[in-house]
């Protein structure tokens, strides 16, 4: 089997996994442990994806590599949802928006430290991708947490039952400065569908660390635009954003250059490539976005009100794309390389694009 097909067969037997997953839990389970533990999974993901891609002990052939590096990814993941849950979300049980919000922006600043940064300077201080892999996951969490505490303000929350006294007080409304942060991981995003180009017209933009500062701007830049249209001139709520801009996006974008391995336009050149890819992310997720929406009720099993105060449909939909369809694609595409579809593939998926 071959592209596109391939993809689109792996994709929706990823899909069918994922809504049954879905499907084993009530909305309050879900928005609780499930869905916060589902995002520790992916800064770990993200490393053993992109750098730490072949450890030594893991068996060349499939299943065994896939399930070998699935136990790894789970393994970290708990103690990152441990040491998460323990700090920033004070032990209460379950966890709150709060630490859950913090687990959401681990997952792009390890993506630009991981692809926008080529894993400098780590991959650099070490030649064991294990370790880099290792420094750049706490790196990551070290960064997330400094960000949080500057730029993250909880003080809307107060005198609701999930506050907690050592929430930050930063520059920005904390839902608002999670929609940016998230956009901008879109932004990164949509440089790879265009592989990097205009950067690679310069051959001196294209070393560490200037490629990854100047990926890191550009992305901010689109962030900061998409908030300004939506939020600004069109006054959606960014909740609006994250759920019906930001996040099938993201999702789409999966699907294109990890699913579909970027064969869809690949006959196109850049700049033309990169725009059909854009675009065609932004639909293909709309449109899974949109099947998600329509099939919430058969599988939560209640109508979810959508809009504050509770954006319980908002927080349903965004996390059962990114906390557990997106992690799912990843495990199929990256750990099993599409296995049983593609039963003759061993070793690690196709892995530079994400």
């Known amino acids: 089997m071959t592209q596109p097909l391939l993809g689109i067969a792996a994709s929706a037997f990823v899909l069918a996994i994922s809504l049954a997953f879905l499907a084993l839990f009530d909305l309050p389970t879900f928005l609780g442990w499930v869905s916060f533990v589902m995002l520790c999974v992916v800064p770990p993901q993200i490393v053993m994806a992109v750098i730490a891609t072949h450890p030594p002990f893991a068996p060349p052939a499939q299943p065994a590599r896939g399930l070998v590096l699935l136990s790894m990814n789970v393994a970290t993941a708990a103690v990152l949802a441990l040491i998460v849950w323990l700090t920033v979300g004070e032990g209460v049980s379950p966890p709150g928006p709060i630490p859950s919000q913090f687990a959401v922006i681990v997952v792009p600043t390890t993506f630009f430290l991981c692809i926008a940064f080529s894993g400098w300077p780590f991959t650099r201080l070490t030649r064991n991708m294990g370790v880099a892999g290792f420094m750049i996951l706490v790196a990551s969490c070290a960064l997330t947490y400094a960000l949080f505490r500057a ?10 039952p999930v ?36 950067f690679t017209l310069a051959g001196g933009l294209m070393k560490q660390p200037v490629l990854g500062l100047l990926w890191t701007i550009t992305a901010a830049a689109v962030g900061a635009i998409v908030m300004w249209i939506t939020t600004g001139i069109l006054a959606l709520d ?40 854009t675009v065609g992310a932004a639909v293909i997720g709309g449109m899974l976005a949109q099947l998600y929406g329509r099939v919430d009720r058969m599988i939560v099993g209640i109508e979810l009100p959508s809009g504050a105060p509770g954006y319980e449909y908002e927080l349903w939909l965004v996390n059962a794309l990114l906390s557990v369809t997106f992690p799912f694609l990843i495990v199929h595409a990256a750990y099993f390389a599409f296995w049983p579809i593609a039963k003759q593939q061993s070793g690690v998926g196709s892995t530079a694009q994400i």
Do not use: C
Request: no cysteine.
């Open 163 to 198: 506050y907690l006294q050592s929430a930050p007080h930063g520059l920005f409304n904390g839902v608002t400065a999670l929609v940016f942060y998230v956009t901008m991981l879109g932004g990164m995003f949509v440089m790879l569908h265009l592989d990097l180009w205009p």
């Open 151 to 160: 730029f993250f303000n909880y003080e809307f929350l107060q005198g609701a």
């Open 238 to 277: 960014p909740m609006s954003v994250l759920t019906r801009v930001t996040a099938p996006f993201i999702f789409g974008t999966i699907i294109v250059l990890n699913m579909l391995q970027n064969s869809l336009f690949a006959a196109l050149r850049q700049p033309l490539k990169g725009a059909a890819n």
